[in-house]
Structure formats: structure tokens, C-alpha cells
């Protein structure tokens, strides 16, 4: 049992008998004396893939979803679907573009840790790894010395994504994204 005071982006819990991963997580402190914390939360349907929002009480709690995490690969794309397959049997699961919408531009071939989420042998959405590298293909020409500043610019990654970098950062080099926030991090 999950309460929602811990409720984190990328959770699946359990909603009428339906699992639910968790999108977003909105906190809200009210000034007034004995007001308690309250949570927004965005969750999709792992099924049908509706949003559903829920202000919550950080004693609320919600049922952990039934549900096999399995250990897969991503493989390559083929007309907007994305394959995954299994690092045990080789089985394969194809995922709609629809559905990865957040986690697309994390998806490069070959990218191994991630985790499917499977219900009855269907594949209903992924984890991604917490950290993934990727390298830059396009940012403003590197300043010499600037590695004591916190001043950053815009970097486009070989997936389509856009970080803020350090400016010390130049084309071609590999990185550490976070894919929970989609902050940089480090060099990799």
C-alpha cells in the first residue's frame, strides 16, 4: 500500500482495479492552521491510456498494482512503433509512439535497463533507467573558462531532446540525463 504523501513519478498503483502509473506529482502546502498537505497527481491509465487528475490528502493510500516487471532492451522503431524485447526469452513488445510520449526522447538503440510492465503477457508501458547518456549534437560553441559558473545554455541531443548544459560543454560530447527530471547531470 502506497500512501500519497509517497507517490513518486513513474509509480503504478492499483485504481478500481485498473493500474495506473503515475505522470505527475503537484505538492500543496496551505497556509491556514491545521490545513494538511495536499497532492495533485496526474495518472494514465496503463490500458487505455487516459489521464485521470486526483487531489489527494497525504493519508490517502492506494493498492499496489498487479503487474510483471521484466527486464527489456529497446530494439529499433519501425513505422512509429517502438520494439522491445526481453533479455531472457527474446520475446518481443511493441509499443505505440502514443504511448512512450515522455519517454521517447530517452529511447536509443540498444539502451539496455529498462523495465516493462506486463500484464498477462501484454505490455502495457515502460520504466526507463534513472540515468541514461546521450551525446550533443547542436549547442552555441564552448567558452573557455567558464567551469566556475553556474550559467548554462540550450544543448539538442542525438534523440530531439533539448537540456540546459554547462556552457564549458561542446558538440559531440556525452552526457548523464536524468530521466525523471530531464536535467543534465554530469559528463558521462
Known amino acids: 500500500m502506497a500512501k500519497a504523501g509517497d507517490l513518486k513519478k513513474g509509480m503504478v498503483v492499483d485504481i478500481n482495479g485498473v493500474p495506473h502509473v503515475v505522470k505527475q506529482v503537484e ?17 494514465n491509465n496503463l490500458k487505455t491510456g487516459q489521464k485521470l487528475d486526483e487531489s489527494l490528502k ?9 503487474f510483471v516487471r521484466v527486464k527489456v532492451q529497446f530494439s529499433y522503431v519501425d513505422s512509429g512503433n517502438y520494439i522491445f524485447m ?22 536509443t538503440e540498444g539502451l539496455e535497463d529498462i523495465a516493462a510492465l506486463l500484464v498477462d503477457d501484454e505490455i502495457l508501458g515502460i ?13 552555441a ?10 550559467r548554462t545554455k540550450p544543448a539538442r541531443l542525438t534523440t530531439g ?6 556552457e564549458y560543454l561542446k558538440n559531440g560530447e556525452l552526457i548523464k540525463i536524468n530521466t525523471l527530471t530531464g536535467k543534465f547531470m554530469s559528463r558521462a
Open 27 to 43: 505538492v500543496r502546502s496551505p497556509s491556514s492552521r491545521g490545513a494538511s498537505t495536499l497532492y495533485k497527481v496526474r495518472f
Open 127 to 139: 520504466e526507463l533507467p534513472a540515468v541514461v547518456a546521450l551525446e550533443i549534437v547542436e549547442t
Open 86 to 107: 526481453n533479455m531472457e526469452d527474446y520475446t518481443q513488445y511493441t509499443l505505440g509512439a502514443d504511448d512512450l510520449e515522455d519517454e521517447i526522447g530517452y529511447l
Open 161 to 166: 531532446i533539448e537540456v540546459q548544459v554547462p
Open 58 to 66: 497525504g493519508d490517502d493510500y492506494f493498492k499496489d498494482a498487479d
Open 141 to 150: 560553441p564552448e567558452i573557455k573558462g567558464a567551469t566556475a559558473t553556474g
